[in-house]
């Protein structure tokens, strides 16, 4: 059989697709600034044969380093942890390769692998960070955040605390916890409202070319003024000015209009009136 990684090595264990989903982990005590640390390492695998599903560890020397864990914060270094997608292992937030959550606790070190990964979930708000069997960072729904960030050139370091001012120190961007909770609620509620919007008006849609024709008499079409969604621009404070002199103007021309419209259908045989005008 044809391999995509060579000959198998001697003794080597040879791994299942669901086998390598299961995440393991090596710890390695360490110093981080002067402080005691814990170097997280994430197992990972290799392919023998993809269509098989087979597949390999690779040396412990080569596990990537998924965060360093401190008493008080934890650095993330995140990354894609599923060996069946093509993006494995690359980073997880574009150039924000660092991510750093500060909690202020003083809480005492793992000293199990294992251990370790349910102590950093702990610490970890669930509703903002993915689980470390999953790569770290933040989770799917947060894209938009540091996607939006990486539009500050020198920024690549994100850091997420409690009482947090948000602010922009260096290469660092730094952001309360609960502000990142507020815009993934935010975001939950526009795709709340999205949905239900695709919904009206694929409604809409089978009601116009389905239903009247079906049934013209019970079904008649709805005659839409607008159509349903809005196009977002943004303006320079001096097209706003501009924007607004035009509409004055507009307006102006109209109320002109209807003022002459007035005066021409104004009764002109009445008494007290002459040329459409009250004398």
């Given at each position: 059989?044809?391999?995509?990684?060579?000959?198998?090595?001697?003794?080597?264990?040879?791994?299942?697709?669901?086998?390598?989903?299961?995440?393991q982990f090596k710890l390695?005590?360490?110093t981080e600034n002067g402080e005691p640390a814990q170097k997280l390492y994430l197992k990972t695998f290799q392919p023998i044969d993809r269509d098989m599903q087979l597949w390999q560890a690779r040396p412990e020397s080569e596990w990537p380093l998924l965060a360093t864990i401190l008493a008080n914060r934890i650095i993330m270094y995140p990354i894609h942890a599923n060996p069946h997608?093509?993006?494995?292992?690359?980073?997880?937030?574009?150039?924000?390769?660092?991510v750093i959550y500060e909690d202020g606790a003083r809480s005492d070190l793992p000293s199990d692998p294992q251990d370790a990964a349910a102590h950093v979930a702990l610490r970890l708000a669930s509703s903002i960070?993915?689980?470390p069997g999953d790569g770290l960072g933040l989770i799917k729904d947060l894209d938009t955040v540091w996607r939006a960030l990486s539009l500050v050139q020198q920024a690549d370091i994100l850091a997420i605390g409690k009482k947090t001012e948000m602010r922009l120190d260096g290469r660092t961007v730094f952001i309360?916890?609960?502000?990142?909770?507020?815009?993934?609620?935010?975001?939950?509620?526009?795709?709340t409202r999205g949905r239900s919007l695709i919904q009206r008006i694929q409604h809409g849609l089978v009601y116009d070319d389905v239903l009247t024709r079906i049934n013209p008499e019970k079904f008649q079409r709805i005659e839409r003024d607008a159509p349903p969604l809005v196009r977002?621009?943004?303006?320079?404070?001096?097209?706003?000015?501009?924007?607004?002199?035009?509409?004055?103007?507009?307006?102006?021309?109209?109320v002109r209009k209807q003022v002459d419209e007035l005066a021409a259908e104004a009764p002109v045989n009445r008494p007290g009136y002459r040329g459409g005008r009250l004398v």
């Open positions: 059989m044809e391999t995509e990684v060579g000959a198998i090595a001697e003794g080597q264990q040879i791994l299942s697709g669901n086998d390598v989903m299961e995440a390695q005590a360490a997608t093509k993006r494995y292992l690359k980073p997880k937030h574009g150039r924000f390769t660092t960070f993915d689980l309360d916890q609960s502000e990142l909770d507020s815009l993934r609620r935010a975001f939950n509620r526009t795709k977002v621009r943004r303006e320079s404070a001096a097209q706003t000015s501009s924007r607004e002199r035009a509409e004055r103007r507009a307006n102006v021309q109209t």
